[in-house]
Each structure stands twice: as C-alpha cells, then as structure tokens.
C-alpha cells in the first residue's frame, strides 16, 4: 500500500514509522535520567573508543519518509538528533523527541533506529561544567512528555527534534547550536527537494514563512566539534 493512500492524513500514516513509534513507550521515559557522574565514562556501545559525556549531541539517519526528505532538503546525511543525558548507569541515556512524546532512550536502540548504525557525537567545544551539566538534565526533564510536533514549527506548543535538543542546551548553557531558517530557506535552497511531498504533507500549501531548526544545521554549527563519527570510525573533523 502507497504511503499516501488517497483519504488519509499523511501526517497519522507517517506517525507509526516515527522514530519511537509503535514501541509501548510510557509517555514521560523509557528509563528517567539517573544521578549525574562528574566524569566521562568509556562507550562501546557503538561507539568504538571514544567517552560520551551529559550534553553530548547523536546524530542519526532514520528510514520514515519525512525525514530521508529532511535530509535532502538539508544536503545532508542525519535527519535525527538526540543529547546525552546520564553516563553512570548500564549505558547512556539518550534525551529525544520523538513520535509521540519526547522521552529518554538507551544509547544502543537510539542507535540501532539509524540506517545502517549510521551516528555521529558532537560536543560544545567549551567543556561544560558539572552545572551546567546537571542544567542539561533538568532542561530536558521539563520537555519530557512533550507531543511530537510533525509540522516542525519553531514556535509551537509541540517539540521536535533539533529544536528540542538546541532549547535544551540553549537553557542549560546559554549556548544557541542550529540556524533558525523558514521553509523558503530550506526549500529553494535545495534543487534535490520534493516540493511535491511537503505539500502533500501540509495539505496542500507549504508554510513558506514558517521557522524551524534542521539536524543538519546542528551538526554544522560552528559551536560544536564532532568527537566521533562511525562512518570513519574515528573521530571526524567537522564540517564546512
């Protein structure tokens, strides 16, 4: 059956192949930030050699429709991002917002969503400090519960990812990551876009003036470093 049966909402159809969706989550978590360590600790889930730390950013690259689009539209590979939450337990926690609420995730099934394991870590590249750190965790606890905004509207009462993530490191660091860009933007910037299919998915008439944040402009923002990127296997520089 086409993704886009005529008579249904493309939004409610795309839902149940949403990052998260389908999994019996509760709403608030999957397992709640736990108690805060003072240092980084080693990874080896999926991450080879490298430390995460709370305040770290994954990125990710998932299969539902609208987001391969996201990262055409961005000329990008990641279309999905995620922040470190807790270090100190049986493997990170990973804060996300996701169909239908923003939650927190383990780091190895928030992982194992991306095509082919696809990840990457960035990191601020001023260290944080054990408050701000800790300012990361509650930032992210008061979003939890949030319902999934799937017309990626900046200025929403719903969350999504990149913006979820860059409020929170904005409100526990005083550190903005992403560009905030309109539709017009993103849209006639990318010869590669489907016009077609956003204007299918806001029925019939693309919100041109309306801001949003992108993955991709998280990753590429001048204020993070990548620290690890499974495509090299190494730890990668960052991109133009």
């Known amino acids: 059956m086409s993704t886009f049966d ?13 990052p998260g969706a389908g999994a019996g989550v ?44 996201v990262a055409a539209a961005t000329d990008s590979w990641t279309n999905h991002v995620g922040i470190v939450l807790a270090i100190d337990g049986k493997e990170p926690l990973i804060g996300e917002s996701t169909f239908p609420f923003s939650r927190t995730t383990s780091l190895s099934k928030f992982v194992a969503r991306s095509r082919n394991g696809r990840h990457a870590v960035a990191r601020l590249k001023v260290d944080l400090t054990s408050d701000e750190r800790r300012r990361v965790v ?8 949030v319902v999934y905004d799937t017309g990626f509207d900046l200025h929403s009462r719903r969350q999504f990812c990149s913006r979820y993530v860059r409020e929170v490191l904005a409100e ?28 299918l998915w806001y029925f019939g008439r693309i919100p041109w003036d309306r801001a949003t944040v992108t993955p991709a402009s998280l990753l590429r923002s001048p204020a993070l470093q990548i620290v690890f990127d499974s495509a090299s296997g190494v730890p990668a520089a960052r991109p133009a």
């Open 138 to 145: 509650v930032a992210a606890r008061r979003r939890t519960g």
């Open 26 to 69: 509760p709403a608030h978590s999957e397992a709640g930030p736990r108690r805060l360590a003072a240092q980084d600790v080693p990874v080896t889930a999926g991450t080879g050699h490298s430390a995460l730390a709370v305040g770290d950013l994954i990125f990710t690259s998932v299969s539902a429709r609208p987001f391969r689009e």
């Open 6 to 18: 005529r008579g249904l909402d493309p939004r409610a159809r795309t839902a149940a192949r949403l």
């Open 172 to 199: 526990a660091t005083g550190v903005d990551v992403g560009e905030v860009q309109t539709f017009t933007d993103l849209l006639r910037q990318q010869p590669g876009a489907s016009l077609g299919f956003w204007k």
